[in-house]
């Protein structure tokens, strides 16, 4: 479920050129394109969150995949740069109830000797929905164009929904209908949540940054589509190997601190990001694809991390409710960070200055917390 639901949700980031191509945008309004989609799934999050907690995390994701469907569908329908932005937005919308739902279900079902890995398990469902989106979509899109692309997610998502309906129970679900203001004003004092809510907000600037215009940059330095769709999906392949190998490592190697994890990707994340400014046509392809395959494991690969330390300093009654606060907070980072990067690549007319922009601040962040870390540890 994981794997389709994601592979609906970041479907539109292969067919960027083509939709750049008909419809003739800039790069800052490829920059809203993503914006859309997170803002859908930022201002869905804190109320799926209440819905996760209420009627249960199966009912929840059955309930945010038809949304899904009905999106995918329309998607046939429209035509103009404004529709595909609202199409977007509800897109991120329908989304917006997979992670909660998804993140309660691991946390009721694995204890914390083994949950790291669990997460980290479940989240590779997204990169493996994005990787075959890229290997798949235009592949289909040309044939059929990019819009009928998306009309066949929806019915694999049309299949998914009557297994789910069919096969799928909730097991003894009670009912959560404590005072909502008070539960948010619990998880609005909690420091190690804000905290790590803050910290996030650039990671998820620096990922949807690299995931947007990791294609069209390897286009402008004059390498084919084709090995620019590759280096893509390399990049998710990277993120799958990442979000199951970060969690596993954290389990079996630094006695399940999430925190250092962190900071590690995040001082990786910077070091690779800068470097991506050295690609050119002229650099080896194996050490081209090395670099985008390590960028996956970095900036695509911290989210099982961020889901695990969300869900494992509130109250677990709470965790649908913080899992969506998170992502509703978190999400900004998409919605104004990937417009940013795309305009500082409009005004300054390189790539690489971008690049240069998002390495430093995600490289700062982890020293930053790399630092806090330090000084919490020595109190």
């Not at 694999?156 to 539960?183: D, G």
Request: contains cysteine; hydrophobic residues 55%; proline residues 2%.
């Amino acid at each position: 479920m994981q794997a389709l639901s994601s592979l609906a949700y970041y479907g539109y980031v292969p067919l960027i050129p083509l939709i750049e191509n008909e419809l003739y945008l800039t790069n800052t309004q490829i920059g809203w394109m993503t914006s859309a989609v997170f803002l859908g799934s930022s201002l869905i999050a804190i109320p799926s969150g209440v819905i996760t907690d209420r009627i249960g995390a199966t009912k929840t994701l059955l309930l945010f995949m038809i949304i899904l469907i009905i999106v995918l569908l329309s998607f046939s329908i429209v035509n103009g740069y404004l529709l595909v932005l609202l199409l977007l937005f509800l897109l991120g919308v329908g989304y917006g109830g997979i992670t909660p739902g998804t993140n309660k279900s691991i946390m009721e079902n694995f204890n914390e000797f083994n949950r790291g890995t669990a997460m980290g398990i479940k989240q590779m469902g997204v990169s493996i929905g994005s990787a075959l989106g890229t290997l798949i979509l235009p592949v289909i899109a040309g044939f059929v164009g990019w819009r009928y692309s998306l009309f066949y997610i929806a019915l694999l998502l049309v299949i998914m929904c009557l297994f789910h309906y069919k096969i799928l129970n909730e097991p003894n679900l009670t009912s959560n209908r404590t005072n909502f203001a008070k539960n948010i004003k619990q998880l609005l004092n909690n420091r190690k949540l804000i905290k790590i809510i803050v910290v996030i907000v650039f990671f998820i600037w620096v990922q949807l940054s690299v995931m947007t215009y990791l294609v069209l940059y390897l286009k402008d330095q004059n390498l084919s589509f084709s090995v620019a769709l590759f280096c893509l999906a390399l990049l998710q392949i990277g993120g799958v190997i990442g979000r199951a190998g970060w969690g596993f490592i954290s389990d079996r190697y630094f006695n399940r601190d999430r925190e250092i994890i962190l900071t590690m990707v995040a001082i990786l994340s910077g070091i690779f990001v800068i470097v991506l400014c050295l690609i050119s046509s002229h650099l080896l392809f194996i050490v081209t694809c090395f670099l985008v395959l390590m960028l996956g494991i970095t900036t695509q690969g911290w989210n099982g991390i961020f889901v695990l330390m969300v869900s494992e300093v509130v109250p677990k009654e709470l965790i649908g409710l913080a899992s969506g606060l998170g992502l509703s907070f978190v999400y900004l980072g998409a919605v104004f960070g990937t417009p940013i990067s795309g305009w500082i690549i409009d005004m300054t007319g390189s790539y690489k200055i971008m690049w240069l922009s998002c390495g430093l601040i995600i490289l700062i962040i982890g020293l930053i917390s790399y630092s806090f870390r330090k000084h919490n540890i020595s109190e």
